[in-house]
């Protein structure tokens, strides 16, 4: 059974950092893109970030381009996302998420099979 489980979420003040991670069990995914999207209360779920499968290639939201950095560690069946400046705007549930497609990028929902449960990022100010 495939597992995507986040982790490093949490409470932080307004322009300070997180890292978050999401670790990948039942399958490798190294020749796969995988992402960022989050959900704010009330909202819907919306792209953040994405990478492909050797990390040469990665896409931003304009809303945090220049804030966060995706990268991806494939000998851990890992990929992170680096959040820098945090506004209490990025208060939302972080899911990672993961592509079955080889060697393709997306930005969007479909584009990815595999989701983790989340992970509580609250920025406050």
């Known amino acids: 059974q495939v597992q995507l489980v986040e982790s490093g979420g949490g409470l932080v003040q307004a322009g300070g950092s997180l890292r978050l991670s999401c670790a990948a069990a039942?399958?490798?995914?190294?020749?796969?893109?995988m992402c960022w999207f989050l959900q704010a209360p009330g909202k819907a779920r919306e792209f953040v970030a994405a990478?492909?499968?050797?990390?040469?290639?990665?896409y931003y939201a304009d809303s945090v381009k220049g804030r966060f950095t995706i990268s991806r560690d494939n000998a851990k069946n890992t990929v992170y996302l680096q959040m820098n400046s945090l506004k209490p705007e990025d208060t939302a549930v972080y899911y990672c998420?993961?592509?079955?497609?080889?060697?393709?990028?997306?930005?969007?929902?479909?584009?990815?099979?595999?989701w983790g449960q989340g992970t509580q990022v609250t920025v406050s100010s």
């Open positions: 039942g399958r490798t995914f190294s020749r796969n893109a």
């Open positions: 998420a993961a592509s079955s497609a080889l060697f393709t990028i997306q930005k969007t929902q479909t584009g990815y099979n595999y």
């Open positions: 990478i492909g499968w050797n990390g040469s290639s990665t």
